[in-house]
Every structure is written in structure tokens, then in C-alpha cells.
């Protein structure tokens, strides 16, 4: 059975909104006040393990490939969680009057990269085009009434904003989130 995700008293109710939005919208008001020196940021939620030791800087590799995101899984989202927001995204590249880059256009839309844990550098979250395409969405009341989460959209402005050739499968990492595991059974990149 679907739980109705506008319910205010299902897991997903009013707090649950708040907190997607506040993630999304409020963190470039903070972002912006950090350091010039800060060039990467990763997320790993509090409720994820590592398995094993990462036997590498993680801020190196992506720095000397010239890498922006990185990831450890891509699946797949429910479409009742994503109702619409494809839609006001392709809404908000046709507004901006040019084409929609091959990595946007190409992407499997029931697809979305795991954010629970995520590396990436720091201006891909502090540009203008990323705060713009956050507004044009909120503004479109789906974070909060729809439950659209941080992980589609995320997954929405990297494929809009980063080239599919800066983006990394960090498939070495032994890492699980819930029912989500990644085996890091792959070697440890070059």
C-alpha cells in the first residue's frame, strides 16, 4: 500500500517537507559564508556505514581528475515520489531557451544517484544555475506537497549542470544505507 505523502500524519507528513525544503533551499544562504577554501563537500548520512577503510583521499582523486560528483549508487526512485518534477525541470530548460545537455536529455528519468552518500565540489551547489533551477522548482510547491526529495533533484541539476565525464561510480567503497548496499568489491581506481 502507498502512504499518502501529503498525509501530516504519515512518516512523510508536514516536518518531513519542511526538512527537504529547508535542505535544498536554505543550505546556499550558509554555503556561501564558507571559506573560499573549501572546494569539495561530502555527505554521508548518520545512519550509513562504511565497511572497509577508504585507503585513498576521496578529495585528491576527484581534484586531480577534475571530477565534480561522485557517487556510490544510482537507482531507481517511486514514480509517486517524482510525480511532476521531471516535468517542471524540462519546464525550466525550455524557459532558459536552449537545448537540454546530452547527460539531461539522455537520462533515464525513474533513476536518481543515492545522495546518502555523495562527494562533490562545492561550486556545482553555489552557482546561480543550481539556486535557480531550486527556486523555479520550489516555487512549484513540490518539495512540499509532493514530497520531492533532495536526491531527484540533485540528480536533476547534475545531469543538467555537470558533464556526464566529471561525475564518478565510487564503485570500490563498501558502503550501506537501509536496504541499500554497495559491495565495493571493484578495485580501488588508478
Known sequence: MLRNYTDKNSYCGEKYRKLKAILLVKPMRWVFNLSENVCCMTRLDDDSFLYRPITYDLFVFMRD???????????????????????????????????????????????????NFEISAMSVWTSLRYACLVDYIDRRGGIYYRRWGDAP??????????????????????????????????????
Open 65 to 115: 581528475r577534475r571530477l565534480l560528483y561522485g557517487y556510490i549508487q544510482v537507482r531507481d526512485e517511486a514514480p509517486v515520489l517524482t510525480r511532476g518534477l521531471w516535468e517542471a525541470a524540462d519546464e525550466y530548460v525550455r524557459g532558459g531557451g536552449g537545448d537540454a545537455p546530452e547527460f539531461y536529455a539522455t537520462w533515464k528519468r525513474t533513476k536518481i544517484y543515492y545522495t
Open 153 to 190: 533533484i540533485k540528480t536533476i541539476a547534475v545531469t543538467l549542470f555537470v558533464a556526464r565525464s566529471q561525475t564518478h561510480h565510487f564503485a570500490d567503497i563498501a558502503y550501506k544505507h537501509n536496504i541499500y548496499t554497495n559491495t565495493g568489491r571493484a578495485k580501488q581506481p588508478p
